[in-house]
């Protein structure tokens, strides 16, 4: 059973389209967020949720909504897409909002935009 | 500004070799922690550090936290192919009441047989 799962995991899509990435994680977690990571690798946080709430909102573009339908589900919408979107997507969790607790991330949704 | 310094950003080594990868900051943190990124899946945590000056150890892989607990470092002895990947330190930096999880821009480790 995977414990983060992500969907999808691949998505080529045009510029302006809108588009979601679902995540769903069974592992009883309280806290979920979601993190981009561009082509260098480099892994920032966007959003964290506890129990249904925004926690963190790292200035981000609001083209990008999160929605958190319970503590087990935490889903990213982009409108408007631009070429600069286009990065890795990891929805993750923990089991409280982090303090040193254990990230668990799921494999990620990668995310083209022509 | 980025919290969470990590060096060296590359490395290419042979098999066998051994290596240390280091995470550096001006700011304090409770605890560290050390992920493992393979091509293609997401980061699975490798250790956490929580007390100054602790080290700990995962079979050939050797963390240590420095006394000041602004610093770690991984070592890795006899590195093997399979050690190859993308290794990320991570932290808690206190931000607006909440902890906000922020990780290093990586060491990518490549080991050739």
């Known amino acids: 059973d995977t414990a983060v799962s992500q969907t999808p995991k691949y998505l080529v899509t045009q510029m302006g389209n809108d588009k979601s990435i679902k995540c769903e994680q069974n592992?009883?977690?309280?806290?979920m967020y979601w993190y981009k990571q561009d082509s260098k690798k480099f892994l920032k946080i966007m959003f964290s949720?506890?129990?249904?709430?925004?926690?963190i909102n790292e200035t981000v573009p609001n083209r990008f909504s999160p929605k958190s339908p319970d503590k087990a589900h935490l889903n990213l919408h982009i409108n408007s897409l631009e070429l600069g979107d286009s990065a890795v997507y990891f929805c993750?969790?923990?089991?409280?909002?982090?303090?040193?607790?254990?990230?668990?991330f799921g494999e990620g949704s990668w995310l083209t935009v022509v | 500004t980025q919290l969470l310094e990590q060096s060296p950003q590359f490395l290419s080594i042979q098999e066998g070799e051994n290596l240390t990868v280091y995470c550096n900051s001006s700011?304090?943190?409770?605890?560290l922690q050390w992920y493992r990124q393979e091509p293609g899946e997401g980061p699975v945590l490798l250790v956490t550090?929580?007390?100054?000056?602790e080290v700990k150890k995962l079979k050939r892989l050797t963390f240590q936290f420095g006394d000041a607990r602004k610093d770690s470092s991984l070592h890795i002895t006899a590195a093997q192919p399979g050690d190859t990947g993308l290794y990320l330190c991570?932290?808690?930096?206190?931000?607006?009441?909440?902890?906000?999880?922020?990780f290093g821009r990586g060491t990518s480790l490549i080991v050739h047989p």
């Open positions: 550090v929580v007390t100054g000056g």
């Open positions: 993750a969790s923990s089991r409280v909002h982090f303090s040193g607790n254990t990230i668990y």
């Open positions: 949720y506890n129990n249904k709430e925004l926690i």
């Open positions: 991570a932290g808690a930096h206190a931000s607006g009441g909440s902890y906000i999880p922020t």
């Open positions: 592992l009883g977690h309280d806290t």
């Open positions: 700011s304090v943190f409770s605890s």
